[in-house]
């Protein structure tokens, strides 16, 4: 094993660094028949720095690490990281303290906050600002911690920036042969008198994978792709450890076998690496710097960057079932893609985009090969009129004809019921129009249509049901004209046992300056109020979806500005009802909030200012909406989710939130 100085700590620590984010578990907690042999292992092997964080592997890692040192602590550097941004102080000192007992030490050889970026830094942790670090070198003075660094996750700049401020001694950073950005940064820091330690040496696990293109492409250098990723990592000048997330005993072997056994590749050797991959991406028409300057452009809302480095992964590094698992992660899909080429001028790379988004569908989507349908309403008047555009987009290499069947249910009516699609070209997509009326008072509209491909002898049929609300009183929440709903049992995700004691009623309706909203919850308020509550930790409560964008882009997957996922909190035992952004572009965004106890849950009353979400001014004329309950258990790990829209996860795609009408 080799060892090095890391920075200007005097810590001689070994090449190989132990992650103890994904060691073996058991259920919900690390398996301690399996961990602490081979924590104790590594330790025999040479590795001195081993590196924990206080949420990894369900809040047991520190405890797992902390058991298998005893008797050995003094061979070891402990790592540990501190993610609460925003806590006050004291709270901040208690997880530090709590890290200490878990680890079973009086100090830290290094204390880190966790994956911080620049913003971060000078919202909470500036210590001229009073920020948190002052509590971390408060901690330093006193000796629970001897240095003190930083996880990071932002753009290298900032990575300068931080170095800049001469407060930290230690930076943990992703580098990776697949991730070079920090490269350069790297040095910066390391010149500065920092400490580097690369996480993901291996790609997050993505260079563990097999892949015959890897080798090659270090002309045989390699025996595998674990070992030609770890001796990349290795051949970076400022690189001090290679902090490797390791599973099991063999993986530790591997590794320790390549740290005993395999030089750092040498500069030439690295510049030769880069060469192959640059002139294969160049080849493949994939060169992709990642500038994001085409996506603005995209009236899809294609992750383009993303999409290219799935096929990178694909084509140039063999990687197969990591691009897959990536295109699947991916929010929007290309086979959105309809051609339409803006995107192109944009491109200083000249990559054909709409060409590599054509052929990541055909490489990594299941629904190549068939039509996709949609359905979306363009007009809803309050006397009762609709249109609903049905879109046939045609997967196919052939051009194809589509049969579509209107059907309305209670007092839908559709003044035509059959119509066609006709000629849609390869790969695009086309759209007709249907019309017809409803009876406002009824709150919805009802349909269903069917489709069907006329090469095919199977018919799809999709159902709608369209929300349409009307003006209501926000003082008399029990009027006639609000919108009442209820999500099916069947929609609890998950658990079906933590239906019994969960479901929703919840009712809807608008005044003049906001969206109206009566949740009745039945829960069990297991855990209704943990102090942690507003740091994002779940606890039972709901979830509020909102789509307030412009009409024409509602209903678009992906989150931008216009779209909001909030987070309440009945609030009860000693905190007032909350609730946090989890994630919304808004600055100011409001909310009037009440709640209060029912025999059987809680009640939770808000009005939710238009200007709070809304693209425009005044009522807009639609949204998009939908409501979760989410149950916890008492660690603070979602069980169950009830989705008034249907299906678990529904917030990750902003196209599965509920159109709802304001007429
Ligand atoms: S061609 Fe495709 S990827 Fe490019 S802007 Fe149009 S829809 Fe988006
Ligand atoms: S503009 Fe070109 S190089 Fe930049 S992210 Fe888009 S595809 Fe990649």
Not at 273 to 301: F, H, I, M, N, W
Not at 384 to 412: W, Y
Not at 622 to 647: C, H, M, P, W
């Amino acid at each position: 094993m080799r060892y090095s100085l890391l920075g200007k700590t005097g810590m001689n620590v070994s090449a190989l660094g132990f992650g103890c984010m994904r060691l073996p578990m058991k259920g919900a907690s690390v398996d301690r028949d399996l961990s602490t042999p081979m924590l104790r292992r590594a330790v025999d092997l040479g590795i001195n720095f081993f590196d924990s964080a206080i949420g990894y592997c369900n809040h047991d890692s520190e405890k797992a690490l902390g058991d298998a040192m005893q008797g050995i602590r003094h061979k070891v550097f402990l790592s540990t990281k501190n993610g609460n941004h925003q806590a006050a102080p004291a709270e901040w000192r208690r997880h530090l303290e709590n890290s200490l007992t878990y680890l079973r030490t009086d100090y830290l050889d290094l204390y880190n906050h966790h994956g911080i970026n620049w913003d971060v830094f000078v919202k909470n942790l500036d210590p001229s600002k009073d920020g948190l670090t002052k509590e971390m070198l408060r901690a330093k003075e006193e000796g629970l911690v001897r240095h003190v660094g930083f996880s990071f996750h932002d753009h290298p700049d900032s990575l300068k920036k931080l170095a800049d401020t001469g407060i930290f001694e230690n930076v943990i950073l992703q580098y990776n042969l697949l991730d070079q950005a920090n490269a350069e940064a790297m040095h910066y820091a390391r010149e500065k008198g920092m400490g580097i330690v690369v996480m993901g040496p291996v790609g997050g696990g993505r260079l563990g994978l097999k892949s015959d293109t890897i080798a090659d492409l270090t002309g045989g250098e390699a025996k595998s792709t674990v070992e030609a990723a770890l001796r990349f990592v290795w051949a970076h000048p400022a690189v001090n450890i290679a902090l490797s997330g390791m599973e099991t005993m063999a993986m530790l072997e591997e590794n320790i076998h390549i740290a005993e056994t395999a030089r750092p590749f040498t500069k030439d050797q690295v510049a030769a690496l880069d060469r192959a991959v640059a002139e294969r991406k160049k080849k493949s028409g994939l060169y992709c710097t990642a500038c994001r300057y085409c996506t603005p452009t995209c009236p899809q809302s294609i992750p383009i960057p993303e999409t290219l480095e799935a096929l990178n992964n694909y084509l140039i590094y063999g990687l197969k079932d990591h691009a897959l698992n990536q295109y699947a992660g991916l929010n929007v899909k290309s086979v959105e893609c309809i051609a339409c080429g803006k995107c192109l001028d944009k491109c200083p790379q000249k990559i054909d985009i709409p060409d590599r988004m054509r052929q990541a569908a055909k490489l990594f989507d299941k629904r190549i090969g068939s039509i996709l349908y949609d359905a979306r309403f363009t007009k809803v008047t309050p006397a009762g009129s609709f249109a609903l555009r049905v879109s046939a987009q045609n997967m196919t290499e052939k051009p194809a004809n589509i049969d579509v069947h209107a059907a309305g249910a209670d007092t839908t009516v559709f003044s035509r019921t059959a119509a066609r699609i006709s000629d849609i070209p390869s790969f695009r997509t086309k759209n007709i129009v249907l019309e017809g009326e409803f009876t406002p008072s009824l709150g919805s509209i009802d349909c269903s249509i069917d489709l069907t491909h006329e090469s095919t002898t199977e018919t799809i049929t999709k159902h709608h049901r369209y929300l349409i609300l009307r003006k209501g009183l926000a003082d008399n929440w029990t009027d006639g004209q609000w919108l009442e709903a209820c999500p099916k049992p069947e929609d609890f995700s998950e658990k079906k046992e933590s239906a019994a004691l969960h479901g929703m009623r919840f009712k809807l309706s608008y005044d003049d300056a906001g969206l109206l909203v009566l949740a009745n919850v039945k829960d069990d308020l297991l855990f209704p109020s943990h102090p942690d509550a507003h740091k994002g930790q779940l606890v039972d409560g709901l979830e509020l979806f909102l789509d307030g964008r412009k009409p024409e882009r509602i209903g678009n997957p992906s989150y931008e500005y216009g779209v909001s996922q909030i987070a309440l909190y009945p609030g009860f035992k000693d905190n007032a009802p909350a609730f946090y952004h989890v994630w919304t572009s808004h600055k100011e965004f409001k909310i009037d909030l009440s709640s209060e106890r029912t025999g059987q849950g809680y009640r939770m009353r808000m009005r939710i200012p238009f200007s709070s979400f809304c693209a425009g001014d005044g009522v807009p004329g639609k949204i998009g909406f939908d409501l979760a309950v989410n149950t916890a258990d008492e660690s603070g790990r979602r069980i169950a989710q009830y989705v008034f829209a249907g299906g678990p996860d529904n917030h990750q795609n902003a196209a599965n939130f509920r159109e709802v009408w304001l007429a």
